[in-house]
């Protein structure tokens, strides 16, 4: 199965230029003067929580080939394994007449 997330809170991402370069840089910065201190009206906007659906992880084993079909469709469309995945659940439980839940996953009385 193609790895959504990452093991032990390792990121992938590049140090340099990343969040944790710009963060060590700003803070290198503001333990100086006060006058050259940067304003933090740009950051608290940044630190703002995302709005959108409650994601919550689903960990399960599939067959190579269906592995392998869905990294194709992830490198040769614009696609993540996240929608992907989704999209394929939502249309089987509406198939099957599953009831919809609420935005934070509960079911309400049939």
Request: net charge neutral.
């Amino acid at each position: 199965m193609a790895q959504v997330g990452n093991r032990g809170g390792n990121s992938s991402r590049p140090i340099e230029g990343g969040r944790a370069a710009r963060s060590r840089t700003a803070a290198s910065v503001s333990a100086g003067d006060p006058d050259t201190e940067p304003s933090t009206a740009g950051w608290t906007s940044k630190l703002e929580s995302r709005k959108g659906p409650v994601k919550v992880q689903l960990n399960t084993w599939v067959l190579a080939s269906t592995e392998a079909r869905l990294k194709w469709l992830v490198a040769n469309r614009e696609f993540t394994v996240t929608s992907v995945v989704d999209v394929a659940l939502q249309e089987l439980l509406d198939r099957y007449d599953v009831p919809p839940a609420d935005p934070d996953g509960q079911i309400g009385e049939q």
